[in-house]
């Protein structure tokens, strides 16, 4: 692709007008303003309701229990394979 063919984006330009440079407020307006900040994204909060309450704490505690099986198998395979290769006392022997 040639030069002339490529068009110029309103990104690349350097035509335009520059960017506003807004004056620093003081550290109390700041403040306030991610004061007000912080309460506008609060409000946009939804709580769940008691179902989907219910419904995400089982969907978190089987996911738990799930992970904990999984772990626990893992934990007795590799201890039961190190026993094995370095010549320890089997758990099963114990």
Not at 28 to 50: D, M, N
């Amino acid at each position: 692709m040639s030069e002339d063919q490529v068009t110029e984006t309103a990104a690349s330009s350097s035509k335009g007008r520059p960017a506003k440079k807004a004056a620093k407020a003081s550290l109390f307006a700041r403040i306030a303003l991610f004061v007000r900040q912080i309460i506008g994204e609060l409000k946009k909060v939804v709580a769940p309701t008691r179902k989907e309450l219910i419904n995400y704490t089982l969907v978190v505690l089987v996911f738990v229990a799930i992970m904990m099986v999984i772990v626990s198998l893992l934990d007795i395979g590799f201890g039961t394979a190190v026993s094995w290769v370095f010549g320890g006392i089997a758990p099963a022997d114990r």
